[in-house]
Structures are given as C-alpha cells and as structure tokens.
T-cell receptor, first 111, second 114 residues
Framework: AQSVTQLDSQVPVFEEAPVELRCNYS??????LFWYVQYPNQGLQLLLK??????LVESINGFEAEFNKSQTSFHLRKPSVHISDTAEYFC?????????FGPGTSLSVIP | DAMVIQNPRYQVTQFGKPVTLSCSQT?????MYWYQQKSSQAPKLLFH???????NEADTPDNFQSRRPNTSFCFLDIRSPGLGDAAMYLC?????????????FGPGTRLTVT
C-alpha cells in the first residue's frame, strides 16, 4: 500500500520570501509523484510531476520539486512567493490507476 | 479547450432527497473518477470507471452510486443524502496506457444538505 505525509498543515510566509512544502511517501512499488494545487472553491490543478529521468522538475510558475529516492521525499520549493500562490497544495503518488493524496498544506502568503 | 465540466457548481438538496451530480469531459479519457472532499481535507476517492468497468472503493457507502452511459459522461447519484454528505464532489479523468495516470480535475460541485 502507498501513503503520503505532508508534515506541515499550514505554512504562512511573507511575499517574496522562499518557501518549502514538505512531502514524504511510502510505497513498496515504484510510483509516480505529483504536486497539485487547489485554489478556493475550485478543482485541483496539476502543478508538476515526476515520472522518471531528472530528479528535479519545474513548473511554469516558478515552483520546483526534487525527487529523493533514498529519503522517499518530493519536497516543493519556490524561491520567491507571490500573493497569488496562496492556495492548498497536495502531494500525491500514483502506482497505477489511482492517485493517493496527502492531507494537504495550506500556503498563506502575507503581504 | 479540452476540459472536464461539472454541473451544477452548487447544489442544494434536502435531507433524504435523491440528488444527481454530472460530469462530462472532452479529453476522450477512458478513466473517470469521483472524489468527495470535505473542508480542509484531501479528496477521498469514491469510485472510478476504467472504460465501462466500475471500481468501487471498499469504504464507499452504498448510498453513493454512479453511472457512465458513454465515454464522455459520468454521474454521481446520492440516493438519500444525509447531513454528513455535504461536501465538494470532484470529477477527474485520466488516460490509461500513458503511464502516469495523471488526473485532470473538474471545478467541482459543492453540495449542501438542508
């Protein structure tokens, strides 16, 4: 079975400061890794994904995540956050036809 | 643009009165999912269709049913909604065989039970 842990339920950060949202997973099989973002009263949007290859993946809006197999982690980072980054962020793993979500981290960017 | 559409966005129903939520997609994906998401929680998978094959999660209450009449449409039926069924219901799709099962989500339907 697979599981996902997001250690921080809430992360407040000042605008233009860096941020890291932590994600750890457990799985007995190889999995794909995802970060999804959810803005208030909306569905989830894929932010970035790791399937194979380079362990550092980037999104179009400045987020990046690094897959660390030995630590079973997939932490999300952004060097400088914007007000518009305020949202709920879900880390997820996918063995095959299902996606297992972590409990989510609420990122609040303070002006 | 190809997308996942959910109607209505907001639904109010009475305790015990059957309600149907709908989802359609223009992505031509063969897998469709229904999730329940309560406030400040992760989405919880209720069931999914792999083509026409229905896959129910073990802990999904019998009160929740689903239909998929064709590739594009999928419905969630709640036979006798209780106050505890008030939540956001998310539909998602993916294309099996592309390896990643990356899911595409609709905007959700927020269900209120009075």
């Amino acid at each position: 079975a697979q599981s996902v842990t997001q250690l921080d339920s809430q992360v407040p950060v000042f605008e233009e400061a860096p941020v890291e949202l932590r994600c750890n997973y457990s799985s007995s099989v190889s999995v794909y890794l995802f970060w999804y973002v959810q803005y208030p009263n909306q569905g989830l949007q894929l932010l970035l994904k790791y399937l194979s290859g380079s362990t550092l993946v980037e999104s179009i809006n400045g987020f990046e995540a690094e897959f660390n197999k030995s630590q079973t982690s997939f932490h999300l980072r952004k060097p400088s956050v914007h007000i518009s980054d305020t949202a709920e962020y879900f880390c997820a793993v996918s063995p095959y036809d299902k996606v297992i979500f972590g409990p989510g981290t609420s990122l609040s960017v303070i002006p | 643009d190809a997308m996942v559409i959910q109607n209505p966005r907001y639904q109010v129903t009475q305790f015990g009165k059957p309600v149907t939520l709908s989802c359609s997609q223009t992505l031509n994906h063969n897998v469709m999912y229904w999730y329940q998401q309560k406030s400040s929680q992760a989405p919880k998978l209720l069931f999914h269709y792999y083509d026409k094959d229905f896959n129910n999660e073990a802990d999904t209450p019998d009160n929740f049913q689903s239909r998929r009449p064709n590739t594009s449409f999928c419905f969630l039926d709640i036979r006798s909604p209780g106050l505890g069924d008030a939540a956001m219901y998310l539909c998602a799709t993916s294309r099996a065989g592309q390896g990643s099962y990356e899911q595409y989500f609709g905007p959700g339907t927020r269900l209120t039970v009075t």
